[in-house]
């Protein structure tokens, strides 16, 4: 399917973080000493019937079990996890991170397009590790929480230990792994991987700086 029609979709009906499946009846409303619905009725069901359909579709994609699993670990923390270009991202609050039943995350692919400047900050980092040394899959994600219904970003239940995925064609025998948070106004943290696995990679990431953080795998 494709994600971006989905998300395009789900912002236009206002259902971003808490998704509300409003019946067809309710969006069409009754017309009074006309036996049947009107061709304009008609177009308004058909296409609630379709934003129902994407947003279902969209909802069973971005939690589904491998997007929030890596090696067999799944993530602690409900949301949306749409990354594909890792082998899954996995969260696990430590206990004084403030997380609770409400938290509530957003992950997604980014690059250098999409994120330029955090993307930059991370080649810059990556360089001071090694002149080797190689940024690869980039994620985003936006911890928040949910809340009477009503999404909210917060940076509580930001720390622990986050696990990503290493695909399969950026593994290097004998290469070190890290990962590089670039946070808002450029901030920035280096988190050594403390995984044995090779298909793997595992941090224990501080509170974050900021809602909204990428975080880049460097390898060197």
């Not at 949910?146 to 593994?171: C, D, F, H, M, Q």
């Amino acid at each position: 399917m494709d994600i971006k029609k989905s998300v395009k979709y789900i912002v236009v009906a206002g259902i971003i973080g808490a998704l509300i499946f409003a019946p067809a009846s309710q969006v069409i409303a009754a017309v009074s000493g006309e036996e049947g619905p009107t061709q304009e009725q008609l177009q308004e069901q058909a296409r609630q019937e379709e934003l129902n359909r994407i947003t279902k579709e969209f909802v069973e994609e971005a939690t589904a079990p491998v997007n929030q699993t890596v090696a067999g670990t799944k993530s602690q923390v409900g949301g949306f996890y749409t990354a594909k270009k890792v082998q899954g991202v996995a969260m696990a609050p430590s206990a004084d991170s403030g997380a609770a039943k409400e938290s509530f995350v957003k992950v997604t692919d980014t690059d250098k397009k999409k994120s330029t400047a955090a993307v930059a900050v991370a080649d810059t980092v990556a360089a001071t590790l090694s002149p080797n040394a190689e940024v690869g899959p980039c994620i985003n994600v936006q911890y928040g929480k949910i809340e009477n219904g009503k999404y909210a970003e917060t940076t509580s239940g930001s720390k622990g230990e986050l696990n990503v995925g290493i695909p399969a064609n950026y593994r290097s025998d004998n290469a070190k792994y890290a990962i590089i948070a670039v946070y808002e106004k450029g901030l920035f943290k280096v988190y050594e991987n403390t995984s044995t696995d090779p298909t793997k990679i595992t941090v224990n990431v501080d509170e974050a700086a900021s809602s909204n953080v990428m975080y880049a795998i460097v390898k060197y």
